[in-house]
T-cell receptor, first 112, second 116 residues
Framework: SQELEQSPQSLIVQEGKNLTINCTSS?????LYWYKQKYGEGLIFLMM?????EEKSHEKITAKLDEKKQQSSLHITASQPSHAGIYLC????????????FGKGMKLTVNP | DVKVTQSSRYLVKRTGEKVFLECVQD?????MFWYRQDPGLGLRLIYF???????EKGDIPEGYSVSREKKERFSLILESASTNQTSMYLC???????????????FGSGTRLTVV
């Protein structure tokens, strides 16, 4: 079964709207990493979360980690066309591991 | 700026050909990974390497092999390309930083391989 579930699978929003993406693990999280991918390109690192309750922000993107729920959320405020792409979460689900498990990704479309 | 460089962005090969995908990183990372990415299936790990000349199978190693003769270079080999290997191939590298901190992966730009 899939260790990391991302929801929704895809989203179309109007420019200026806020949105939230979730990443839920079936196992204990030892670290959670968010990446963004533009179509046909590699993955760009956004943020990493290490501890329960941790929250990080970069420009208009905020990520939070809920250790008890084994879940992370990524919130985009006032979305712009430049936010469009595929958002993937990756997680360490084994202590001491250096191998990330990835979700299937969430495709975001932002209409001007 | 630290980099993971994949030799080709787009590649078209014929069925049965032996295909080499090259990946080079300049960060002195110990770990290197090869993934393929397909719509609806996400990222699937093909092979990874924790050190020079060391390799371990990932989730879908069939039809692939790898080579890591130098720390900075990790090659993916399709022994006899088939149409079901048409995909986006992504290379990544990682390392443990000071104090045992894991910073996640750095990815290359990807190689879109089409087998005809």
């Amino acid at each position: 079964s899939q260790e990391l579930e991302q929801s929704p699978q895809s989203l179309i929003v109007q420019e200026g709207k806020n949105l939230t993406i979730n990443c839920t693990s079936s196992k204990t999280l030892y670290g959670l990493y968010w990446y963004k991918q533009k179509y046909g390109e590699g993955l760009i690192f956004l943020m990493m979360l290490q501890k329960g309750g941790e929250e990080k922000s970069h420009e208009k993107i905020t990520a939070k980690l809920d250790e008890k729920k084994q879940q992370s959320s990524l919130h985009i405020t006032a979305s712009q066309p430049s936010h469009a792409g595929i958002y993937l979460c990756g997680a360490l689900t084994q202590g001491g591991s250096e191998k990330l498990v990835f979700g299937k990704g969430m495709k975001l479309t932002v209409n001007p | 700026d630290v980099k993971v460089t994949q030799s080709s962005r787009y590649l078209v090969k014929r069925t049965g050909e032996k295909v080499f995908l090259e990946c080079v990183q300049d960060m002195d990372h110990e770990n290197m990974f090869w993934y393929r990415q397909d719509p609806g299936l996400g990222l699937r790990l093909i092979y990874f390497s924790y050190d020079v000349k060391m390799k371990e199978k990932g989730d879908i190693p069939e039809g692939y092999s790898v080579s890591r003769e130098k720390k900075e270079r990790f090659s993916l080999i399709l022994e006899s390309a088939s149409t079901n290997q048409t995909s986006m191939y992504l290379c990544a590298s990682s390392s443990i930083g000071q104090g045992g901190f894991f910073y996640g992966y750095t990815f290359g730009s990807g190689t879109r391989l089409t087998v005809v």
